[in-house]
């Protein structure tokens, strides 16, 4: 299984995801609308990891690794 992470305009790419939101009535410009809204409203509020968040990804760097 892959790590990388795929794309917005990668997933509204593939044919699946197109044939669901069809079904669904949305369209990509929908989609994308809404993720811009979402990121707009996430850049205005302050964000505040959990702890344990913060212990997961500072591990490493405190065990000198």
């Not at 917005?8 to 410009?29: A, F, H, K």
Request: hydrophobic share 40%; net charge neutral; charged share 30%.
């Amino acid at each position: 299984m892959s790590e990388r992470s795929e794309t917005l305009d990668e997933l509204l790419g593939d044919q699946i995801v197109q044939l669901v939101m069809e079904r669904d009535g949305w369209r990509p410009e929908d989609v994308r609308l809404l993720f811009e809204r979402a990121r707009q409203r996430s850049a205005a509020t302050p964000l505040v990891l959990a702890p344990h968040v913060i212990a997961k990804t500072c591990r490493p760097r405190w065990l000198g690794g």
